[in-house]
């Protein structure tokens, strides 16, 4: 495969015996204990298991098995992707020492290959903002700068990569929460087709839009993860899984095939990350593909639509937190309900109780009409514009984001204004399409700018082929190592 | 002045597949607390429910069977609310797309009890009150219910009783729940009003929660009628509520206040995907379905010859009717195969519930063959019955109570020679009937019937007697 996978070469070396799975994971445990403590991408590192999962692989390897394809490999989980027997908190004070006692369907599934799992990494509370600084345990840092934030809400897997403390991670994307870090991060982030990757034992935001997804350090890695991960699930209704794997299509020819910029994702984009954008057209015009430019007014609807239905679900999501069964419970009260009440009131942060106020609110009798039901209409309108959209291009070509990784605390200063930084990525998550974000230069902040292409759905292989090709095209102009890490 | 009742019920029952409705759990009653639990009936985080098709399955047959519309674009929805019994505080049930509309119950009076809809949704866990704490079984958490909503049809008392009993006979029927009030699989909230005789216009109702037995919801309604109208005699206001009836007073009691009006915050459950119930499937669950009560009743009166009361009887219970049809198979006397059901075979059976399972000892087969011999004549009415006996007794067939000689019959010359062995002993008979008195020949049957230990046709016996007695 191509040059820039490292998972690949990760396997290479360990087939080849080059280097232990004990010794690969006792460098990265041993660089997870020097650096994150300055990033903070972990939260809980599991070393005991990583060790035990890696003398198992090195007993395969000298058995001569035949590795699977992320056999050994050290990777981490976002924190609320439920791992049995480990405390899985989503970052917040009120799920405090609960421990799963069953496994989410992507960690079951890389559990069965002995992937080694290096611990969970941070996250905004119940992933609910773009900073990752909504965590009970304080924000990820960006390996780019520590003075930035890594984005969110899979903010700590985005730092564990681009600080390369572990080798790929798994993140989940409810409205770019996979996307924007590793934007602000410099690294791959995909998310898959609504349906493909399976959302059980995934702790839920928000059930209609929340999809698992990796985030890695080349295209040809998140593939690779993506295929693994990609299964049907009986337990999970709204899973479809992925038919073809889509490793062998990320080398396709591009030639002549069409791609749609359109006018309102470059709406208040700021003018360095726009200039990347496109830079990165001209080598998609260098590959032999073509852009055509277009209007999709509905856009602008995406919002209100989003952070109105997100937060509905997530109201009644979060309504099973009450002190009663697991996690945090209050101290003190005097009755079933004020225990309840002060459960909630000290065990969910500002963000969250923020959107739980706002999701209550737009379903209340009397006001669903005017916000839930009107916000649902729209989101079937979003899902027509792009259903046109795509009979007209193969994919689309957007900002991630429309600047580049925020100073530390920005995101507290106005709710409001963080959650237009959304606007790029939320319409995927509406309408249910693949997209990836893909490194394409530095702003004049010298920071990672990212770039998106999105496809219909289930043009999974279409997309990443699209990115891949960008990637090999342009990856020593688009990526940056961050020095920090392991280094191979 | 004369007042009407307006009542409407919204029905509870639990279905009986064997598995709960989002994940497979047993639903089976009972169990130590929590240990018919897995992370999905608990509600842990990131679990995901999955539709038991059993359970629509179920509740279309529930829906064809009180002829209800099957909505071909059903989906599930979540009601939000927060109480310790529901894990996830929310339950997902059905809200502005059931899965059945517009059927009805039709009472004997010939009244139709419209019905609204039947939705499906699921069941809570239990709160137990134990050593001055409060404990929480999730065993029913997750196990399916219908609720079945009427329209405010229903007049009387007498009609809401009967309702309710016509639904647990259908439901039982179908073979869908066994609806038993005392365990909680059928459960009742009745919504009543009263309105001045011939207003057509509805007045302000209360909802009684919860009604358990049929004695209870007798004097519920009753209570709250006589409250209802009270309050409009002194010319106050019936208060829009919901009530519940205290057993031990006989009253209902205001539940809460209607300044905290429930807010379930619906909306659609999007772990699930639509219930789309096709043609194709109503129409196999249909065959699978048995027949109509009311299409099997007409049928026994009309095929077999049965009474309605008779059939009736018969048909209230699906496994009886069932087993009356395999055993009425082939039998001429099919009268008589219903009186050995209803008469010794009821006489071991002690209550409703074993009429239901109607576990009997004898397979229909063995009660056809023993009916048959008497259709052939072989058997006399009294031998009929102790022969049945002695198969309820030892499960065995008639077969081994009849011996050959018993089968054999008496041939027409023995039968003539016996006829003159009696009269030779008794003289007198003969000269009496001679002499006018017609009944002395019951006397000679009988000595007759002795002989051969009942195993003489009567009439036939009879017949020769007077003939000899006129030699």
Same mark, same amino acid.
């Given at each position: ?152 809400? #899979? ?53 209609? %839009? ?73 080598? %998609? ?29 997530? #109201? ?89 990784? %925020? ?82 | ?92 049930? +059905? ?72 639904? +647990? ?19 009742? /909230? ?31 309604? +009753? ?98 009717? /069932? ?51 008497? /259709? ?61 008195? +017609? ?33």
């Amino acid at each position: 495969m191509g040059k820039y996978g490292k998972i690949a070469q990760l396997q290479e070396m360990l087939s080849s015996g080059e280097i232990s799975c004990t010794e690969l994971t006792k460098k990265y445990l041993s660089v997870i204990g020097k650096e994150n403590g300055a990033l903070n991408a972990y939260i809980n590192v599991t070393a005991d298991a990583a060790l035990k999962t890696a003398a198992e692989v090195d007993k395969d390897i000298a058995a001569g098995k035949e590795l699977a394809p992320l056999e050994g490999i050290p990777m981490a989980l976002k924190d609320n992707i439920s791992t049995k027997g480990m405390e899985t908190t989503c970052c917040s004070k009120i799920l405090g020492g609960y421990v799963p006692i069953y496994d989410a369907t992507v960690w079951s599934v890389l559990k069965n290959q002995k992937a080694v799992l290096l611990g969970k990494t941070n996250m905004d509370e119940f992933a609910m903002g773009s900073s990752c600084e909504t965590s009970c345990h304080g924000g990820a840092k960006n390996p780019h700068n520590l003075k930035r934030v890594a984005g969110g809400s #899979s903010g700590g897997a985005a730092s564990a990569v681009s600080g390369n403390l572990a080798a790929y991670a798994l993140g989940s994307d409810t409205g770019g929460s996979i996307r924007q870090p590793a934007s602000f991060c410099g690294a791959v982030g995909f998310k898959p087709t609504y349906g493909t990757v399976s959302r059980y034992g995934l702790i839920a935001y928000a059930s209609s %839009f929340d999809q698992i997804g990796p985030i890695a350090s080349s295209v040809e890695d998140a593939a690779r993860v993506y295929d693994v991960i990609s299964v049907y699930d009986k337990m999970d209704s709204t899973s479809s899984g992925q038919k073809e794997p889509v490793l062998p299509a990320l080398e396709n020819d591009i030639r002549g095939k069409k791609i749609g910029i359109v006018k309102e994702y470059f709406d208040g984009v700021r003018s360095d990350v726009k200039e990347a954008l496109l830079k990165a057209a001209d080598v %998609f015009h260098s590959l032999g593909a073509e852009t055509v430019e277009f209007s999709m007014p509905s856009i602008h609807y995406s919002l209100p639509v989003y952070y109105i239905l997100a937060c509905a679900e997530a #109201s009644s999501n979060l309504g099973r937190y009450d002190g009663i069964r697991y996690g945090y419970q209050t101290e003190h009260y005097t009755s079933r309900n004020e225990m309840i009440c002060k459960t909630r009131s000290e065990g969910f942060g500002a963000e969250v109780k923020r959107r739980i106020l706002l999701g209550t609110y737009v379903l209340s009798s009397g006001y669903y009409d005017a916000y839930y039901k009107k916000a649902q209409d729209l989101r079937g309108a979003i899902v027509q514009a792009f259903d046109g959209a795509f009979s007209k291009c193969d994919v689309i070509l957007a900002p991630t984001v429309p600047m580049t990784a %925020f100073p530390e605390n920005y995101a507290a200063k106005d709710p409001v204004e963080t959650y237009q930084t959304d606007i790029c990525t939320v319409p995927v998550n509406i309408a249910g399409l693949p997209a990836v974000s893909v490194p394409c230069g530095f702003g004049s902040d010298g920071m990672p700018v990212g770039m998106q292409i999105l496809g219909p759905k289930f043009s999974e292989s279409t997309v990443l082929n699209f990115a891949n090709m960008y990637e090999s095209a342009a990856r020593e102009t688009s990526f940056k190592d961050t020095g920090m890490g392991v280094s191979l | 002045m004369n007042y009407e009742v307006v009542c409407g019920l919204e029905t509870h029952i639990e279905l009986s597949t064997k598995t709960k409705i989002f994940c497979s759990c047993t639903t089976e009653f009972g169990g130590k607390p929590n240990t018919h639990c897995c992370p999905v009936c608990i509600g842990l985080p990131g679990t995901l429910p999955k539709l038991n098709k059993a359970v629509v399955e179920y509740a279309v047959m529930a829906g064809l069977a009180t002829h209800c519309e099957i909505n071909p674009d059903a989906k599930m929805d979540r009601k939000n609310y927060v109480y310790p019994d529901l894990p996830k505080a929310y339950q997902i049930s +059905q809200y502005d797309q059931p899965l059945c509309r517009h059927g009805y119950v039709e009472l004997s009076n010939g009244r139709k009890i419209r019905l609204t809809r039947i939705h499906m949704e699921e069941d809570a866990g239990k709160l137990v009150h134990e050593r001055g704490n409060t404990f929480i079984d999730y065993n029913r958490s997750g196990v399916p219910l219908i609720e079945i909503v009427s329209e405010p049809d229903i007049r009387s008392i007498d009609e809401a009783i009967e309702y309710v009993e016509k639904l +647990q006979m259908i439901m039982r029927y179908i073979g869908i729940s066994d609806c038993r009030m005392q365990e909680g699989s059928l459960r009742c /909230d009745v919504n009543i009003s009263v309105r001045p005789q011939g207003s057509t216009e509805l007045s302000t109702r209360t909802e009684i929660k919860n009604m358990n037995s049929f004695s209870h919801m007798t004097k519920a309604m +009753q209570y709250e009628i006589d409250r209802q109208i009270d309050l409009i005699e002194s010319g106050e206001k019936v208060v829009q509520e919901t009530r519940r009836y205290n057993e031990g007073t006989g009253c209902t009691e205001g539940m809460r206040g209607k300044e905290d009006a429930d807010d379930y915050r619906y909306f659609r459950e999007p772990d699930l995907v639509a219930v789309r119930v096709t043609d194709d499937m109503v129409k196999k669950t249909k065959a699978k379905m048995p027949e109509d009560p009311q299409k099997r009743l007409h049928r026994f009166v009309n095929d077999y010859g049965l009474t309605e009361g008779d059939a009736q009887m018969l048909i209230e219970h699906r496994r009886i009717a /069932d087993y009356f049809e395999k055993a009425a198979n082939g039998v001429k006397n099919t009268r008589t195969v219903v009186n050995c059901i209803t008469g010794p075979i009821f006489a071991r059976i002690k209550d409703e519930s074993e009429k239901d399972s109607f576990n009997i000892n004898i397979p229909p087969e063995n009660l056809s063959a023993l009916v048959r011999l008497f /259709d052939e004549g072989k058997i006399r009415k009294n031998q009929l019955k102790s022969t049945l006996e002695k198969m309820l007794d030892s499960g065995k067939p008639a077969s081994a109570f009849l011996s050959e000689k018993d089968l054999a019959g008496i041939s027409a010359e023995d039968l003539k020679k016996l006829c003159a062995q009696a009269i030779h002993a008794n003289p007198n008979a003969a000269k009496d009937y001679l002499g006018g008195k +017609q009944k002395a020949v019951k006397a000679l049957v009988g000595a007759v019937m002795k002989a051969t230990r009942g195993r003489a046709n009567p009439q036939e016996a009879e017949k020769i007697l007077i003939s000899l007695i006129g030699q």
